[in-house]
Every structure is written in structure tokens, then in C-alpha cells.
């Protein structure tokens, strides 16, 4: 794993003692982007999702210009692509009074960008649904734990469905699937990840057609493809859905990356 270059504070170095609320309290909210020559694809949609975390989670307005500083600050200097992390929480929160409203602390962590991911995924499901899924929180921890449960099993990550089998997204990402009508998007409760919505945003402007509607795991061979879309990988495609296997669709999966560079990056 890449080592952080930066973590930053409210635009500071951040010290021990600033991350202690941190790591005692696992209560707060982040969203992950990769910036390159000082900008970001759907950098607006992040700032959005920031500021609405932050007034449902601590009852406070997260200024997009107060961020768009500390990302410019921990970018400052840096010539080649760089991850970044923007993690929201607050050192006034106090555990026994969580309905006042609190200042919300952000913490920048900039590291180099790693190659991205292209190997085709093979991913186990599992009935499993995420706490406060419209919130990108921190709770991770069940999201990893079922990752590991997948790669026990022989496979690389995790799907969830839901009692009935239908699918809602990964343990980190969202799942889109190729049909004889096009995309199709899983109609379930998930976190409406970026990078899904750059591609529809994309798919739109190419007028390729793009739909939401349930699917099950019983619908699976009625698709031709599947594919995985985070903020690391904007588009990855998956081999197999359990004993479901999908075929390659290299044509496909090079509309839908073009589809996501239609956004330009927005500058910080």
C-alpha cells in the first residue's frame, strides 16, 4: 500500500493528538477522488456529497470553497496523479450530546495514485445492506469483512444482495450490468458513488441508453456483461457473479470508459 505523503488538518500538518477524536470515535463520513493536473472528474459532486454528510451527521453547512483550499494545499507542489482522501469528523463532538450541532474538522490525506486495477473481477454475493447507505460513513468494517469472507471462498470481493436476491452494490463500488436494452443500474437502496454518476452523466451526453430497474440474481443470465465503477477504477468489468459467468465485452467497457472521459476534470 502507497504510504500517505500528506495528511493534513484543517490545511496543517495533522499531529497525533488531532486524530485521537479520529480513531476513539468512528463517526464521520469521507469521499475518496484522484486528482490530476490540479483537477478532479465531478469534483462538484464530491463537494455536494461532503456538505450533505456533514449537515445530516454533525447539523453544520461544509463550505466547498473551505475544502477546495485544503485540497489545493495538500496538492501543492505534486506533478503526477495523487489520491486523495477527504475525511470529515469533529474534535468538539461529544458522544453523550450527538444532537448539537458541532464545527466539522476536515482531514486531507494525499498519497501518489497506484496503477488501476484491470484484471476482470470474480465476486461471491452475499444478503447483506450497509447502515445509512445514502451516507459515505465510516463504518466500514462489515464491507472488509465481507470482502475477506469472498476471498476465503476463492473469489476478490463481494456483491450484496437482499433476502430476495436483489442486488444493490459492492463491498466499495457500485455494479452497472450490460443488457440487450443497455446499461442497466441496480434499483436498490445503495451510496450513489461518483463515478456511477459520471458514467451516467456520460452515457447521457453520448445518448447511449442507460436505465434503473430491479435485478436479481436470478435475472443474471439474462446479461451479457457486468461491471464494477469506484472512484479507483472508473470502469472494471466482472468475470462471474457466483457460478454466473459474464463474457468479455472489450468494445462495451471501452464506451463506458469513454462515457466517463466526456467529464472533464473541474479544477480545484
Known sequence: MTAPDRVELNGEPASVDDLRVL???????????????????????????????????????????????????????????????????????????????????????????????????????????????????????????????????GFDDALFVDAAGAISEGSIWNVGFVGADGIVWPDAPQLDGISMQLLKRGLARLGIASTTRAVTLADLAGYRAAFFTNASVPVRAISCIDAQAFAGEDATFAMLSAAYASNPPQAI
Request: aromatic share 6%; hydrophobic share 45%; charged share 25%.
Open 23 to 153: 480513531v476513539q470515535t468512528n463517526y464521520g463520513h469521507f469521499s475518496a477522488m484522484r486528482a490530476e493536473d490540479g483537477g478532479v472528474r465531478g469534483l462538484d459532486l464530491h463537494l455536494a456529497r461532503l456538505d450533505a454528510a456533514t449537515r445530516e451527521l454533525f447539523g453544520t453547512a461544509l463550505d466547498p470553497e473551505r475544502v477546495r483550499g485544503y485540497l489545493r494545499h495538500a496538492l501543492a507542489g505534486s506533478d503526477k496523479p495523487v489520491a486523495l482522501r477527504v475525511n470529515v469528523f469533529s474534535r468538539a463532538l461529544d458522544r453523550d450530546q450527538l444532537a448539537s450541532s458541532v464545527a466539522a474538522d476536515v482531514l486531507v490525506i494525499a498519497s501518489s495514485a497506484r496503477p488501476a486495477a484491470l484484471a476482470p473481477l470474480r465476486v461471491k454475493s452475499f444478503v447483506y445492506g450497509r447502515d445509512s447507505v445514502a451516507i459515505k460513513h465510516v463504518g466500514t468494517f462489515p464491507l472488509f469483512a465481507h470482502r475477506r469472507r469472498a476471498q476465503l471462498a
